[in-house]
């Protein structure tokens, strides 16, 4: 094989809620929208493109692992912790649904918090190298 997947360009998030959902994610994520129907919504975001999918009621992106326990999908970086808590503060005192900043055994800290749908995301306080040298520190 030659050729390689270089990124990954688009996630689809199930919305019970096309309109309600485009709003939450703009207003609460500052996702800058790109198209809108009934059925969908194009936001850009964390520079990833993301479809809203309008979706059936209980249909979430989470997934239970073997111990059962209620999975995210998704880890949005933010760089470093001080910018991990400042996130995890606003989103509390935009009533958000947020959970405990986590020491999980690795490098870095993180927090999981819920859509208007419930769909789980992770945010975590290490930005990859990569990133960081392509778009932080690239004079």
């Known amino acids: 094989m030659t050729e390689k997947l270089l990124r990954v360009g688009t996630t689809y ?6 309109e309600l959902s485009t709003e939450w994610y ?15 919504a194009i936001l850009n975001l964390a ?5 809203l999918v309008k979706s059936m009621k209980g249909q979430t992106s989470n997934f239970f692992d073997v111990y059962g326990q209620e999975r995210f999908s998704m880890t949005f970086e933010v760089n470093g912790l001080s910018a991990l808590e400042s996130l995890h503060t606003e989103f509390s005192n935009k009533g958000i649904s947020v959970g405990e900043i986590e020491d999980r055994g690795h490098s870095g800290r993180n927090f999981v918090f819920l859509d208007l749908d419930g769909n789980k995301f992770d945010v975590w ?3 990859s190298q990569s990133f960081k040298e392509k778009y932080l520190f690239n004079s």
């Open 26 to 40: 703009v207003l609460h994520l500052g996702a800058e929208l790109s198209f809108k129907d009934e059925d969908k």
């Open 125 to 127: 306080s290490e930005l």
């Open 47 to 51: 520079n990833q493109s993301i479809f």
């Open 13 to 18: 998030i199930p919305v019970t809620n096309v």
